[in-house]
RNA sequence: GCGCCUUUAGCUCAGUCGGUAGAGCAGUAGACUUUUAAUCUAUUGGUCCCGGGUUCGAGUCCCGGAGGGCGCACCA
């Protein structure tokens, strides 16, 4: 499995090992070590000696900390070197007469990318620099492979998400997102919990992948010799508990579409998916606007400005803008919901717009929404009141029956929510499902099979309830300022060998 | 699927008009007891993404292919 490597970087891992060798063959061996008693973390004891004076020392205490070395800097009989543990960096400092012509043998042998236990005493230097003065130290992993540049980092786009291990180690920023990106889930659930909703799990493989639109990745189960579909929501069966009665219910969870892959899209991504029984359409809304809030303030530190692009910001005051769909796409083009609502007059429009033809009216009330409003929708924006015939799983409005109950949440032109009254009227969902057969025949493929238990559940009587799709990797993007689906994904998806 | 861009040392990048492959960092050897991209001296290191073609001669020009990025298309 080792790949060749170039000429060069063998002579740097054969450096590399003949100085794990030479460890060795002193009674240190990196890799027999398995545990390091650490006392403190680089940030506890910025902390801790924050107030430390210029060139003060406080040998009373000795501190155990472990990281990686990330810079080393020898200067004759004494050494810098820059560690780097999961909370922030800290400068440490060995002299070899303290330390004895041995073990700074063995200081010889550390180099930049390994892990390292020390223990010591804090000072600060006379640059002023909070400093771990060395009294002891262990070699407890030795990295073998060299690191990319100390200045410039890992800059290879495709190293990077190949080898995320060593951007990770590299780059401070990319680490930063993702430390970023599990707070911002955890005070998603923390938020969520705390209004009485229970996280649950339900299937990845599924005999009918259903619940939206797209084409599911196939499966094979050798113990039933049965295809198999990954699912693509949660949906269906999230709402089967609230026929059982579990009345608040949520999953975060991954969700896969096998489609194009681009800057918004990933092949598997996460999904947060919740119902709330007796909650509408208006009841969800609030509360969305309250999550996003509040994730907007947690990640700025009080804030509802969010940083966006070159030097730009987005609103997140309350109350998010609101518009109609149909009223939307009139005001910025006048296309009225005749037009929009007849079949003949969306393709009419389609063809203005100098759009392709659109296999089903649907389809092409979702292209001219596309190319018409979604472009506007930079301020977080909820658009309300979707037509029924895009809206298959919704609940119709009481005063308003070609409408359904249903928003979208837009910022930075990303849509971020989705969110309706769910239709607990088993006999409409019958016939809808029926409809969708029709335009699966007509040519849209990505309309799925219909799940017929789905129906026989709401037979059994679902409560009236509203139900949220949120994409958690989009949030996290508009969060953190990343263009790319992919710098918010540990591992994206890449092409096999390369 | 289509278009544009990109691929040179372990990393970050130069490479002019087609004429012997370059730098910094890292590495190696040496000097240096408060440095911090440490510094100073010396020095090793190349499948120029792959395969063809043109040419006396190709990192450079042409054709084909691969990986990656961006845009379009696709994606309720």
């Not at 680089?42 to 501190?63: F, H, M, N, R």
Request: charged content about 30%; overall charge negative.
């Amino acid at each position: 499995m080792q790949e060749d490597l170039g000429k060069t970087e063998a002579a740097l891992v054969e450096a590399r090992r003949t100085h794990l060798a030479s460890l060795r063959s002193r009674g240190n061996d990196p890799f027999a070590q398995t545990r390091y008693a650490v006392d403190a973390t680089c940030l506890d004891l910025a902390k801790q000696y924050a107030v430390l004076g210029p060139e003060e020392k406080a040998t009373s205490e000795i501190w155990h900390i472990a990281g990686r070395v990330m810079t080393k800097r020898g200067m004759g009989k004494t050494v810098f070197a820059d560690v780097r543990d999961r909370t922030g960096r800290l400068q440490i400092y060995a002299r070899k007469d303290e330390l004895g012509d041995e073990r700074f043998l063995d200081w010889g042998s550390i180099e930049r990318g390994d892990v390292i236990g020390v223990a010591g005493y804090i000072f600060r230097s006379k640059m002023g620099e909070l400093t771990l003065h060395v009294t002891d130290f262990a070699v407890l992993a030795k990295a073998l492979a060299p690191l990319p540049d100390k200045w410039s980092g890992l800059q290879d786009v495709e190293k990077r998400y190949r080898q995320r291990y060593v951007d990770l180690i590299v780059n401070d920023d990319v680490r930063d997102t993702f430390i970023a990106r599990s707070t911002i889930v955890a005070e998603m659930r923390r938020f969520i919990d705390s209004h009485g909703f229970l996280e649950v799990e339900t299937p990845t493989l599924l005999h009918v992948a259903g619940g939206a639109a797209a084409r599911p990745f196939m499966s094979h189960v050798n113990a039933l010799d049965q295809e198999m579909q990954l699912r693509i929501a949660t949906e269906l069966n999230l709402k089967r508990l609230i026929v059982g009665g579990m009345e608040r219910v949520y999953e975060i969870g991954r969700i896969f579409r096998n489609e194009g892959i681009d800057t918004t899209h990933n092949p598997e991504f996460t999904m947060l998916e919740l119902y709330a029984a007796f909650w509408d359409v208006h009841d969800m809304l609030d509360f969305n606007e309250a999550l996003i809030a509040h994730l907007v303030s947690v990640v700025t530190g009080g804030d509802d400005k969010l940083p966006h692009g070159d030097g730009g910001s987005i609103s997140f005051a309350r109350p998010f803008k609101r518009i109609g769909y149909l009223e939307g796409i009139e005001q910025h083009c006048g296309y009225t919901r005749e037009q929009l609502l007849d079949p003949a007059g969306a393709a009419a429009i389609l063809e203005k717009l100098g759009l392709p033809k659109s296999p089903t009216h649907g389809h092409a009330l979702d292209k001219i929404f596309e190319h018409v409003l979604e472009p506007h929708l930079n301020d977080p924006t909820f658009v309300t009141d979707y037509p029924v015939i895009i809206s298959p799983l919704a609940k119709r409005k009481a005063d308003d029956p070609d409408l359904v109950d249903r928003y979208e949440l837009f910022a930075a032109q990303m849509e971020l929510s989705n969110a309706f009254t769910e239709l607990n009227d088993p006999d409409d969902q019958r016939a809808r499902f029926e409809a969708q057969i029709a335009e699966r025949a007509k040519g849209d493929d990505e309309i799925p099979e219909p799940d017929w238990d789905f129906v026989r559940a709401l037979e059994y009587g679902m409560p009236p309830t509203a139900g949220i799709g949120i994409g958690v990797d989009r949030l996290v993007m508009l969060l953190t300022d990343k263009q790319s689906i992919r710098d918010v994904i540990l591992f994206p998806l890449q092409r096999q060998h390369g």
